[in-house]
């Protein structure tokens, strides 16, 4: 049984994935791609993964620019780690060399998470700057339409947890041996 909790925070990591991640906010003046304004564009992991298209507040989508992103490097290394991560912590029975390998495929992927995230912050900043019909209120700047959103911010802290259990653990597995 033990043996097959130990995965767990990968696969949560993973699930996490399913969530929004970053959005293009509704207070955008103007709207974005096919979001009238007042309406959001939500990109899930799994959209930034595969390139699909994000989802829009249902009573403000329009015809528009297309929003949908080209399928992010980053993002699909950030997966095949959090994979390669739960498959590890299955299959390895020796506990020094899991949670060695445990701690740096976590942090392999936390960074490249936060790298993609960094990569399409700026990609949408530089597609709103495009796109956008009104002036910017004064007050505001391009980046204050781009937020981060909880997947992402769960997806991040699950893989820090991560890290740092396993790197305690690892600790640990070495002073015993």
């Not at 990968?10 to 103007?30: E, K, N, Q, R």
């Not at 390669?84 to 060695?100: D, K, N, P, S, T």
């Not at 391009?142 to 690892?170: P, R």
Request: neutral net charge; aromatic residues 6%; proline residues 6%.
């Amino acid at each position: 049984m033990k043996r097959w909790l130990r995965p767990a925070g990968f696969v949560l990591a993973g699930l996490f994935l399913l969530m929004p991640f970053i959005a293009v906010s509704c207070d955008t003046p103007g709207g974005y791609g096919r979001a009238a304004p007042g309406g959001t564009t939500t990109y899930t992991g799994t959209d930034l993964i595969t390139g699909g298209s994000p989802d829009v507040t249902a009573d403000k989508v329009r015809e528009g620019v297309d929003e949908k992103l080209d399928p992010q490097p980053l993002a699909m290394a950030v997966a095949l780690l959090i994979l390669a991560g739960a498959v590890i912590a299955l299959i390895f029975e020796h506990q020094l060399l899991r949670r060695a390998i445990g701690t740096a495929v976590a942090g392999a992927a936390a960074i490249f998470l936060i790298a993609n995230q960094l990569t399409v912050q700026s990609l949408l900043r530089s597609r709103l700057r495009e796109q956008i019909t009104e002036p910017v209120p004064p007050d505001k700047q391009i980046s204050d339409f781009v937020q981060n959103q909880s997947g992402f911010w769960l997806c991040l802290s699950t893989l820090v947890v991560l890290v740092m259990l396993n790197g305690i653990g690892w600790l640990r597995s070495a002073t015993r041996e």
